[in-house]
T-cell receptor, first 113, second 114 residues
Framework: DSGVTQTPKHLITATGQRVTLRCSPR?????VYWYQQSLDQGLQFLIQ???????AKGNILERFSAQQFPDLHSELNLSSLELGDSALYFC????????????FGPGTRLTVT | DAKTTQPTSMDCAEGRAANLPCNHS???????VYWYRQIHSQGPQYIIH?????ETNEMASLIITEDRKSSTLILPHATLRDTAVYYC???????????????WGLGTSLAVNP
């Protein structure tokens, strides 16, 4: 158990819909990262927050957005969903943005039908 | 884009050492080598990292060549639970020295066989 929690574990929704994925980092970690992993693909970095502020952006679509709240939990919002958005979405946390280790949550499996 | 090259898959007998190679020929002086693993559909797990010296922890050893263009992750006594995808990543702090981002490749799928 990494100490990072993600909800929900599974999500099934229809094309065109909007969903919100939630992540609670390890206690004391200030940095949160979001990744997308499509079937048989490596992890694609989406976005990173540090202490409430966006720190780095990766291959995140404009239909996706994220935020980190004062209590340090983070949410990833996915809108106008397409079939190709079906994937595992992982959240990771680390104490600092310069940390060597990232601690990953169990992921949310999103299925768009 | 990932800066590392790894074999797509490898096999290892249970109880034997698993040696997973990684090429990172374009690594720059301030980039570290990281290894993570992902057991089927679970969140990735950090294993080890190094800059230029060999490193060892309770999970594995990391051997980095003197020119730093390649490295090998060694699991000394592989078990069935070590069956996973192993990712080799190189990364450095940004110019401001305040952020480190990992760029992931496709990794090596290691199968540990009884």
């Amino acid at each position: 158990d990494s100490g990072v929690t993600q909800t929900p574990k599974h999500l099934i929704t229809a094309t065109g819909q909007r969903v919100t994925l939630r992540c609670s980092p390890r206690s004391g970690d200030l940095s949160v990262y979001w990744y997308q992993q499509s079937l048989d693909q490596g992890l694609q970095f989406l976005i990173q927050y540090y202490n409430g502020e966006e720190r780095a952006k990766g291959n995140i679509l404009e239909r996706f957005s994220a935020q980190q709240f004062p209590d340090l939990h983070s949410e990833l919002n996915l809108s106008s969903l397409e079939l190709g958005d079906s994937a595992l979405y992982f959240c990771a946390s680390s104490p600092r943005t310069s940390s060597y280790e990232q601690y990953f949550g169990p992921g949310t499996r999103l299925t768009v039908t | 884009d990932a800066k590392t090259t790894q074999p797509t898959s490898m096999d290892c007998a249970e109880g034997r050492a698993a040696n997973l190679p990684c090429n990172h020929s374009t690594i720059s002086g301030n980039e570290y080598v990281y290894w993570y693993r992902q057991i089927h559909s679970q969140g990735p797990q950090y294993i080890i990292h190094g800059l230029k010296n060999n490193e060892t922890n309770e999970m594995a050893s990391l051997i980095i060549t003197e020119d730093r263009k390649s490295s090998t992750l060694i699991l000394p006594h592989a078990t069935l639970r070590d069956t996973a995808v192993y990712y080799c990543i190189v990364s450095a702090l940004n110019n401001a020295g305040n952020n480190r981002k990992l760029i992931w490749g496709l990794g090596t799928s290691l199968a540990v066989n009884p």
